[in-house]
């Protein structure tokens, strides 16, 4: 009987974890790396915020400019949740953070 409880706890265990990191969890659905900001939209909506992740670079003539490489959007699920920082880069989401609690 021992040999048969096993399994059940770890199915229990497993199900108990929480979801991974580079995960993001919106109306039952979960988005991860890869996946585009088409679905990112559909499943949660528009983010709180968006802002441009700039780097520098230099040009041709060898002046420093400053290129926009990917941007950050935030979602904020409210107190009880924390905030995610969903980086896309060309369509695609490339980066999932958990960010301090929501308010």
């Known amino acids: 009987m021992e040999c048969?409880?096993?399994?059940?706890?770890w199915l229990?265990?497993?199900a108990a974890l929480p979801v991974q990191a580079g995960t993001l969890r919106c109306k039952n659905a979960l988005l991860t790396e890869g996946?585009?900001?088409a679905e990112l939209?559909?499943?949660c909506g528009q983010p709180m915020l968006k802002e441009d992740l700039t780097r520098f670079e230099e040009n041709?003539?060898?002046?420093?400019?400053?290129v926009k490489y990917a941007?950050?959007?935030?979602?904020?699920f409210g107190k009880r949740e924390f905030m995610q920082f969903v980086?896309?880069?060309?369509?695609?989401i490339t980066d999932?953070?958990?960010?301090?609690?929501?308010?």
């Open 35 to 37: 996946d585009t900001t």
């Open 87 to 92: 980086t896309v880069e060309n369509g695609v």
């Open 4 to 9: 048969k409880m096993k399994p059940v706890l």
């Open 71 to 76: 941007e950050r959007w935030t979602y904020n």
């Open 41 to 43: 939209l559909v499943r």
């Open 96 to 103: 999932i953070a958990d960010g301090p609690r929501g308010g």
């Open 60 to 66: 041709g003539f060898g002046a420093r400019v400053t």
């Open 12 to 14: 229990l265990l497993v």
